[in-house]
């Protein structure tokens, strides 16, 4: 399902720097909030010189409020992590789809690398209210970038985790703790490319529906300036088809990471076309 | 909210060649699809008209990711020209532009005269669509990759193509910013019977990934757009708005109603958003408002007033 956008004017209402380099900003906008499904984004106007909107994935929404869980990247993020308390910003969400649910009783496995955890409070809340049995694997470089963890054990979740440098938990990777685990009904996965293709191959050769929340760069967060592409299987729902175009060999067709998905499903996507 | 068209004492309509605009607010080529996408969160009719993605003979798959970089100011695009090709568009696209509350400005880009010309023919009065401009910024692939439209012969050449078999709607040549001297291109298409032109496409530029010591985007070079271009497309628009009669659409950059009263008293009758809609949506609103304003202000009660107001060299008709 896509999702139903608003434009609105959110208040910052909460601050705090939950590792060196990473935010989580609280905000109130009622109707967002209440609209915000698991996988789904926000695009914000900052303030200031001009530059397009910054794409993020809602972290919690609870009430009236929602947050946002960020990484220091670049011009953009480092100008929202300085924003002014009570500063309304222009705010325009739900984006993007959503993940789909598996049958109560059934069991997921959750794979996250670092800030790619972003969308899993609103899917664990989620799988944990529909009693499917969650374990979520969240991965890092290194301690300090290991965030989100303990909002998702406050949820009742199942949280092991690991780093590059074993400075927290096993020392591993994301996807090498999930093989460990009993294969699942079904995976989710958000994160670097490198992990989500891993993850997929694993999926797909299980033969585990895996479902994975992609990113690029945007430039209009709305559909409109075709920069944000995936390939997909041709011919897949998700996928902008073009029928007739002329070479017919070619297996892939574009998606648009911002309202076509940003979430596909582990077969759809072709890594190495 | 108040629309641009809604102050009944303000006369907001401007003539491109035979083609009347409510207002002379345009959606730019490349940035709004038909509308439908920033229809979700605005009402589209704050333009007086949209144009729609650059329409290619054969289907085009764009180039490889990332095709996008937001930089100071600005975003550094290079799409590739992404579409369905011309066949899939007039079966599935053309037939839902009577739902566009706006007037339906097409786009055809091509890599030959011939394709410009065929392209253009087949989208001449198809219902919805009320003007046909020609991105002739494109590689000429008869003439070893050169742009169109850095070469007044070449854009001559399409635009007489073009009109030789475009009867029923004006045709408006869009021109590249990467000449040092607009004005010959800008007489070549006029003298080629161009019943307007637009101007400015996007401006090469390029960024060099550092950590990873190569090109940021996977096309290498793309055209940058956005604020930090518009003194770039004022400075073409009053250079043009001297050489030609014919009516500019001005762009590049326009972000306020500012940004677009720059435009116009430069020179330009109408004035396009690309660019701005990815941070305001409600761009064309707040610049219609400004426009209006300035008309009150000044004790003007026609837009078309303004135009070329700033520039003594203004060779277009006066209002
Ligand atoms: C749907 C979606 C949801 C997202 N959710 C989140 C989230 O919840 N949390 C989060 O932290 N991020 C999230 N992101 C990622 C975030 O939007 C991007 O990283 C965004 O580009 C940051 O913008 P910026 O202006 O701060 O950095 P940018 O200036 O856009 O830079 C982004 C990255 O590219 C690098 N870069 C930029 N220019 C160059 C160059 N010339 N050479 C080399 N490197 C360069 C920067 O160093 C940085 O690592 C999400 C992205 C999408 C698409
Ligand atoms: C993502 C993107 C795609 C574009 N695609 C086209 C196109 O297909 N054809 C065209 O004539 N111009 C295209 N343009 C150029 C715009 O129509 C406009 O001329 C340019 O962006 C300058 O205006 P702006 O600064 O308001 O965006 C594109 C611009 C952007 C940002
Ligand atoms: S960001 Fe513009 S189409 Fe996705």
Redesign the interface.
Known sequence: MVSTPLLEAAELISRERVAPGFWCLGFRSPEIARRARPAHYVAIDLPGTFSVRLPLGIWTARDDTFTLLFREWGERTTRLACIADHEPLSIIGPLGNEFSLPDTGKRAVIVAGGIGVVPFWLLVRELLAAKVRTTVVLGARSKHMLVGVDELRALGADVKICTDDGSAGTRATALDLARELAPPDVFYGCGPPPLLRALSEHANAAGIPCQISMEETFGCSMGTCWGCVVPIRRGSPQAVGYPHASDEKREYDFARVCVDGTVFWSREILWNR | MMGAGDDDALDLSVELGSLRLRNPIIAAS????RGA??G???DVAAYGAVTL?SVTR??R??NE??????T????L?A?GL?G??I??FLEHEAPKLAAVPSAVIASVAGFSVAEFAEVASRMDGIPGIVAIELDVSCPNVDAEGACFAEDPASTAAVVEAVKARVTKVPVIAKLTPNVSDIKPVARAAEAAGADALSLINSLRGMSVDVDRARPWLANRSGGLT???IRPVGVYHVWEAATAVKIPIIGMGGI?TGRDALEYLMAGATAISIG????????APLHVGETIAAELRKRSFTRVRSLTGMANPGFAGARA
Do not use: H, V, W
């Open positions: 490349g940035c709004y699809n996408e920033f979700r969160i605005m993605k054969e289907p798959l764009g990711m990332p095709r996008l970089l937001s100071p100011g600005g975003l695009n799409i992404q369905p090709g066949a899939y956005g604020p930090a972000e660019t701005a809609n990815f941070r305001d949506p409600l």
